[in-house]
């Protein structure tokens, strides 16, 4: 198959979720430039308006804003509904939305931790993911063709070292691990679920991005890894374009992992 061909995605619908945040930025934008039209869909819907009319103007393709909140049913639906109006379809699904942690939040004692907090936390991390999967999952498979990218975190693989974070507010939750981590297994069971349907699901695992954090704990973290750096924001757009498009179409239930060699020693 012609390379260029493999991961064209012209005339492909992609439901990109927290479309507005750090990375769904790179993503809307590198999905396209690859000719994909892009849901941008978040609960901040200002921002995706305005992404909307860049990335109509600079690719020539049709973005589509949704104000959305992942964590309730009916917000779902409303949008699905909205989408498959408009478009009749969906052919990608990256489910890139995350609960926003606070400073605060991160800096609270895992032993005062509040039940409220933890269940916010799973509601968008974990049954968001589960409401997005089902709903356009479901899609997929009458439509017979799909593919699905959980993205998860490489703290979802092994601990966040405490060490390199102290006090700092940087450092992520427990709660955090946790649901990055159930992502993994969620991947491999809705694969073996939808074998033989044309539906594939993968997740993308990523390392921690550099984003104005303090000197210090870039030198620290960086230390940490192999390249011997944090990512930039867009070092991510490659694995993910790869995972939306045929040229992955022999890859289902599996984990890609793209965090400088943090996790590989
Ligand atoms: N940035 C990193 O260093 C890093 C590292 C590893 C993994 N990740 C993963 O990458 C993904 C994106 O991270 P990011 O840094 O761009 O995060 P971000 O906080 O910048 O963006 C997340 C977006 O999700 C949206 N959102 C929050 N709750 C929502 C809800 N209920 N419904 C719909 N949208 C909602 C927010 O409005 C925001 O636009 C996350 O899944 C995260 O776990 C990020």
Known sequence: ???????????????????????????????????????????????????????????????????????????????????????????????????????????????????????????VNVTGVFLCNQKIGSIMVKQQKGSIINISSMYGIVAADQRIYGNSGLNSTAAYAVTKSSLFNFTRYLASYWRNTGVRINTLTLGGVENNQDPKFIRKYSEKTMIGRMAKKNEFTGALIFLASDASSYMTGSNMVVDGGWTAW
């Open 1 to 123: 198959m012609n390379i260029k061909k493999m991961s064209d995605l012209s005339e492909k619908v992609v439901f990109l979720t927290g479309a507005a945040g750090i990375l769904g930025t790179q993503y809307a934008t590198a999905l396209s430039n690859a000719g994909a039209d892009v849901i941008l869909a978040d609960i901040n819907y200002t921002r995706c308006k305005k992404m909307e009319i860049k990335l109509k103007k600079e690719f020539d393709v049709t973005p589509f804003s949704l104000k959305m909140d992942i964590s309730n049913k009916k917000s779902i639906d409303n949008g699905i509904s909205k989408v498959m109006k408009k478009f009749s379809k969906i052919d990608v699904l990256v489910n890139n939305a995350v609960f926003p942690e606070t400073q605060k939040e991160r800096k609270i004692e895992f032993e005062k931790f509040p039940l409220e907090l933890w269940n916010k936390i799973f509601a």
